[in-house]
């Protein structure tokens, strides 16, 4: 039996995660959720210019909402030492080499190679560099970049998502590692970290597939063994447009700002671009039993805003009381009649914040539309003895179509003006009991209450 998988969810802090991220971060975080695995919050946050603390809290504060809760948070910050100890194994192993070309003259070495009809590969020119010359170059002010030498095999892989995958590593540039200030780029410290961490299963965005083989001669230089890749589609807006954490386009904070339910987005994140249909979902163990990422397509998937909105509605007609006992208790719906007014309402909501309003139209005061006076003279007159219950309207309507022969919206559109000051909204049959007898009576007779 293979042993629980240990994923991770690796966002540079630099900005508000958009719903692409969001669908890596799900992605993981499910997998690991249907197998019983770890799944980890790693902050690349290396470049100390652009990542931020408040970003690295925005990002935690969105996944909660969604419903992630990461097992292990690390920040990449704190691990500078590891990272310089694997830098020190690969110079040992050969693996890693100095290089002094400015960034100006690498420009020129490619569009000399692009000219010449040659792919533009790094020729390893600093390979060829004597003692003296690169004692030379260091005394004139240059400091080295740090370049890893790639094998120029043919790296395979079976990709999670992708199936069998492959990349001749002799078409690459040996990738650079450490910049000339001594900081690292991305590749190494991701690669220390996967290792250290125990990570079984690397699943991201296809973006990244070119820099696996790469990756993967890392892992086996420095471990023996690479975990198991998967690269999964990307999303785009819905014009086809990317998606980016610098516009602030479909952030998951914009998204909860607008009152979308955080189940809908995560359904549509991850179920859109699948063998799946979009579907409402109950909770987030019912979607981990939907994803699998051999399903995925292989093509970009398009993130409809207007197809979430109506997701969101659709959720959040099925949620039970108990689901959104607390949200609606901080809405200052409340007490007794709380779940009766939810389970009456929700049908007719597109976001749960409205169920006040009709917490307002049950119990507090209405200014009532009168639109008929004599017809809504009748209905008080007679108006059925309480209790009140979910038979009431029945009863009462039936009677006042066979005194006046009034049927559809000629019999029931005055009554709902008067009684909710509001054109349209939930079933009356499951308002009325909630309302109450004297409440009712009043607003059919034009009083405000």
């Known amino acids: 039996m293979a042993s629980p998988p240990v994923v991770r969810f690796a966002p540079s802090p630099t900005g508000r995660i958009h719903i692409g991220n969001a669908r890596t971060a799900l992605l993981n975080w499910l997998f690991a959720r249907r197998r019983d695995g770890t799944f980890i919050l790693r902050f690349d946050d290396t470049d100390p210019e652009r990542s931020k603390a408040e970003y690295a809290d925005a990002i935690e504060a969105d996944l909660k909402w969604l419903g992630m809760t990461p097992d292990l948070v690390r920040r990449q910050s704190e691990r500078m030492a590891a990272y310089d100890e694997a830098a020190a194994r690969l110079r040992t192993l050969g693996r890693l080499y100095a290089a002094y070309e400015t960034a100006d003259e690498l420009d020129r070495r490619r ?80 690669v220390v970290d996967d290792i250290d961490f125990g990570i079984t299963h690397v699943i991201r965005g296809e973006d990244h597939v070119t820099n696996t083989a790469v990756q993967i001669q890392i892992f086996e230089a420095l471990a023996g063994a690479a975990p198991r890749f998967g690269h999964h589609n990307l999303l785009t807006d819905a014009g086809g447009g990317g998606l980016s954490k610098r516009t602030g386009a479909l952030s998951i904070a914009s998204l909860r700002a607008k009152g979308i339910e955080s189940l809908a987005v995560a359904a549509l994140a991850v179920l859109v671009g699948s063998a799946e249909a979009v579907r409402p979902v109950d909770s987030l163990d019912e979607l981990a039993g939907l994803v699998d990422p051999s399903h995925l397509s292989h093509g970009a998937a398009r993130f409809d805003e207007a197809e979430l909105e109506a997701l969101s509605a659709r959720t959040l007609h099925r949620l039970s009381y108990a689901a959104v006992a607390d949200r609606l208790a901080a809405l200052g719906v409340a007490g007794p009649k709380a779940e009766a007014l939810w389970l009456a309402v929700r049908g007719n909501l ?100």
């Open 111 to 190: 569009k000399r190679q692009q000219a010449l009809g040659r792919p533009p590969i790094y020729d390893r020119a600093a390979l060829r560099l004597s003692e003296a010359e690169r004692a030379a170059l260091e005394a004139s002010g240059r400091k080295p970049h740090w370049r890893f030498l790639l094998e120029p095999t043919i790296v395979h892989w079976d990709d999670v998502v992708r199936g069998e995958s492959h990349i001749d590593c002799a078409s690459l540039s040996d990738p650079v590692l450490r910049r000339e200030d001594g900081t690292y780029l991305y590749t190494l410290p991701s």
């Open 350 to 449: 597109s976001r749960l914040d409205d169920a006040a309003i009709w917490r307002e139209v049950v119990e507090g005061e209405v200014a009532p539309i009168v639109e008929d006076a004599d017809f809504l003279k009748l209905a008080v007159s007679c108006a059925p003895e309480g209790p009140w219950d979910q038979s009431t309207w029945g009863a009462w309507t039936t009677r006042l179509k066979e005194l006046t022969g009034r049927k559809g919206r000629a019999l029931f559109h005055p009554l709902r003006l008067a009684l909710t000051g509001r054109e349209a909204g939930p079933e009356l049959a499951a308002l009325l009991p909630l309302m109450g007898r004297a409440r009712a009576l009043a607003r059919l007779s034009g009083q405000s209450v």
